[in-house]
């Protein structure tokens, strides 16, 4: 097999200009020794008669753009789209595996741009409101989707060797953002009439499959390269350093910033009595600079704040501060039941990335008869809520997509109070069930994972789960359980936490009968309190509770899953990297 450019140096005086070439050059001989490993997956899959074979004149060899396409396609699920696709978008003579992964992020942005057109037409002939709705909502939930794709892309452009592995844990993590959008956008057409939601999921047939194509591949490339164990791919990203403790790298002023009392001189302040700059916290958002590196700090000071709010997806590095979770409010009473879908019930609506919050808290005053109704969604990447209150019935907290950190904080609420398809790490948080209405029952978390490849899970490491004082006199009558498999390969981690008695002993409940309950992945690991006991705990093959060593725990702490070490120490906020010394028990 041929590589068009690759493994060719040019000679350059410049020894700076050498060096990088010969990076490049390295990088481009990893991506061959991923394609000759699939390959080699390939020709097996090919003897067995299982796949067809292209000729080259009758010799019976597989023509080498081919070849190299089937390699490349080998570890995705929807091969013949991912082998149809990529032919047609090459013109069957491009062999460069890198140029072919960049062709496969082009070819699903298409697919993707191909649903928003269609949900725009289905959303003209519309006439029922909640369906139009939901076609708005999949109008915007697109528009993140191909952001995300052309993220991969665009970083797929040149490989840095010393940042190879943190390439490859932001491509799953945009790719599998991207699909989560498209499925939400299908989320939005539940308990509604007409022929609007069908229409959709055809049309989002294509993209779906596509995007989980570009995930495969990635994955696949980043397995390769993981096997081939090599120096760079597989050291820590930093030695695990003590709590509290922070790396000389980090900026004093941020980090000092969140680790006082002291607000310092923030950027704007918003006072409900005009001793501000802004009366309402949407007049500061407006202010925010658009893609911008720096840091801009948002200061509300103590009151109750009925509004909306919503941090956009071009507004990074967002600090927002207030003066303590019970004094600094946000709040807001949109839910599903008066007509607005689920994805748009947030009081609290953070996309931008780098974004952190502190001191303040948000609630969903709805109440329980309103049903899903979201006091915050999040999908800013690498953002970060310290000493933060989230307060709902159903639906509380919409870990939407991406990478999350929450350090003591408090969440309440009843039915899926936690829930979404983000890497997400709760930390030395208050987990608090209250009284749902009398025919509901209570559960914690509902996580989201769809594709098996997805590096999403909601993890909650040295946290609380305990009853508010209503719902205490009656938790023996009305059960609370620990999850339910919301989509097909669901995952959640309880990690060396306070369970109290309100925990049903079988401590998972389906969703709707068998589904998920082989592929979602369940564990417990090193709890205490009485509503730990696993003796009674459901016996579905998902569940893993009793294979979960501390080997296998400490993959899913926030210094591992999430990346941590470096995005959440830069914070200031207290951070603990691994696993609590292990208990007796």
């Known amino acids: 097999m041929s590589y068009q450019g690759y493994g060719q140096v040019p000679d350059r005086g410049d020894a700076q200009k050498k060096k990088k070439m010969a990076i490049i050059g390295i990088s481009s001989l990893i991506l061959v020794a991923m394609v000759v490993a699939v390959t080699v997956g390939v020709s097996k899959y090919h003897t067995t008669g ?34 149809d696709s990529l032919s047609s978008a090459s013109h069957g003579n491009t062999t460069d595996p890198k140029e072919l992964v960049k062709l496969a992020f082009k070819v699903t942005i298409d697919k993707v741009k191909e649903a928003l057109a269609h949900s725009q037409v289905l959303k003209d002939a ?9 076609l708005e909502n999949c109008k915007e939930l697109m528009g993140y989707a191909i952001d995300d794709l052309k993220s991969s892309l665009n970083n797929l452009g040149e490989f840095d060797l010393s940042k190879l592995k943190e390439l490859m844990e932001d491509l799953k993590i945009w790719l599998s953002a991207s699909a989560t959008y498209q499925d939400t956008c299908l989320d939005g057409f539940d308990n509604t009439t007409g022929h609007a939601g069908a229409s959709m999921k055809k049309a989002l047939v294509g993209a779906s499959e596509l995007t989980s194509n570009s995930l495969a591949i990635v994955s696949e490339l980043s397995t390769v390269l993981g096997d081939l164990k090599l120096p760079f791919f597989n050291r820590r990203l930093l030695e695990a350093e003590n709590v509290n403790d922070f790396p000389s790298w980090v900026s004093d002023g941020r980090r000092r910033l969140l680790h006082t009392k002291s607000v310092g001189s923030p950027n704007v302040v918003v006072a409900k009595d005009g001793s501000g700059q802004c009366k309402t916290i949407n007049e500061a958002i407006a202010m925010v600079p658009l893609t911008s590196n720096s840091t801009y700090v948002i200061y509300v000071k103590e009151g109750v704040y009925k509004e909306q709010v919503t941090i956009d997806k071009k507004m990074w590095n967002v600090v927002l501060i ?21 994805f748009k019930t947030a009081t609290l609506a953070v996309i931008g990335e780098g974004f952190v919050g502190k001191n303040f808290g948000v609630e969903n005053s709805a109440g329980p008869q309103k049903h899903q109704a979201v006091a915050i969604r999040v999908q800013s990447d690498k953002s970060v809520f310290y000493n933060c209150q989230f307060d709902g019935y159903q639906d509380t907290l919409y870990a ?16 899926d109070f936690i829930f979404g398809n983000a890497a997400v790490v709760f930390q030395n948080c208050n987990i608090i069930v209250r009284k749902p209405m009398e025919i509901q029952q209570n559960i914690v978390t509902a996580q989201g994972r769809k594709d098996r490849r997805e590096p999403t899970a909601i993890i909650l490491h040295n ?14 009558k009305i059960p609370t359980f620990l999850g339910r498999p919301w989509k097909e390969y669901s995952r959640t981690f309880f990690i060396q936490s306070q369970l109290d008695d309100l925990i049903k002993p079988e401590g998972w409940l389906p969703w709707m009968q068998d589904f998920g309950l082989s592929t979602c992945f369940y564990a417990e690991f090193d709890n205490r309190g009485p509503g730990a006991t696993l003796t009674q705990r459901v016996k579905w093959r998902g569940v893993k509770t009793s294979t979960m060593t501390v080997e296998r725990a400490a993959k899913f702490t926030a210094s591992v899953f999430i990346q941590g ?15 609590l010394p292990i208990s007796s028990q």
């Open 50 to 83: 299982n796949t067809a074979t292209a000729s080259d004149g009758g010799s019976g060899e597989i023509h080498s753009s081919m070849k190299a396409i089937k390699a490349i396609c080998q570890p995705t699920d929807y091969k013949q789209a991912c082998v």
């Open 463 to 476: 946290c609380t789960v305990a009853a508010d004082p209503d719902y205490y006199p009656v938790r023996n």
């Open 126 to 134: 519309e006439k029922d409101p909640r369906c139009s709705k939901a």
């Open 322 to 342: 207030g003066d303590g979770p019970k004094k600094t409010i946000i709040t807001g009473s949109e839910n599903f039941i008066d007509g607005t879908p689920t």
């Open 400 to 415: 939407h997509t991406k990478r999350q950190f929450y350090r003591d904080c408090t969440i309440s609420g009843t039915i």
């Open 565 to 579: 070490d470096q995005w959440i120490k830069d914070t200031g906020v207290p951070y603990t990297p691994g696993l």
